[in-house]
């Protein structure tokens, strides 16, 4: 969990006041590194706002699996993997994200004969 920008701030205040590093980690209970990383931040860009998350995918492109599937629907999964260099199980994981099903069920449930 990130801290609040009032918190931030008063982090640094309490800094600018004349208070050293050490003593600015104690008194808030938080590392030396993360006050260097608030003042660097509030120098360079005058804010002490969270950085909104990146978070994306790492080696499979949704789209470009979306458009494999749909040129090769009867790719096994170790062949996918293959073509995105990746293991089967993420490329597994990666069809469960996208909600994309590989199981084929028949048209009919078979015979019934009463």
Request: glycine share 6%.
């Amino acid at each position: 969990m990130a801290y609040e920008e009032r918190y931030r701030k008063r982090v640094i205040e309490y800094r600018e006041e004349g208070h050293t590093l050490k003593e600015t980690a104690k008194v808030f209970k938080i590392g030396t590194a993360t006050i260097g990383i608030w003042e660097k931040q509030y120098k360079q860009t005058g804010s002490l706002k969270k950085k909104p998350l990146n978070r994306g995918f790492k080696k499979i492109d949704p789209e470009k699996l979306k458009a494999y599937i749909k040129q090769h629907p009867d790719a096994y999964l170790s062949e996918m993997a293959q073509e995105f260099s990746c293991s089967d199980v993420a490329i597994s994981k990666a069809l469960k994200r996208l909600k994309i099903t590989r199981k084929k069920r028949r048209n009919c449930t078979g015979n019934k004969t009463r």
